[in-house]
């Protein structure tokens, strides 16, 4: 399966801080290296996906 280049949107649920990256799309999930917000959480995210 061919992975694709995808724009994403991270908005942390906790404190409201936004995180625009660029990430690849394959098998079901997109992988971009984020892993936490500036406030610490690691779970509690709204992720939004886009065609780059």
């Known amino acids: 399966m061919q992975n694709h280049r995808v724009k ?3 908005r ?3 404190c ?3 995180f625009v990256l660029k990430g690849k ?3 079901g999930k997109i992988e971009t290296g984020f892993r936490q917000c500036i406030c610490n959480n690691e779970d509690d995210f709204e992720v939004e996906t886009e065609p780059e």
């Open 8 to 10: 994403v949107t991270i």
């Open 12 to 14: 942390c649920r906790q």
């Open 16 to 18: 409201g801080e936004r």
């Open 25 to 27: 799309q394959g098998k």
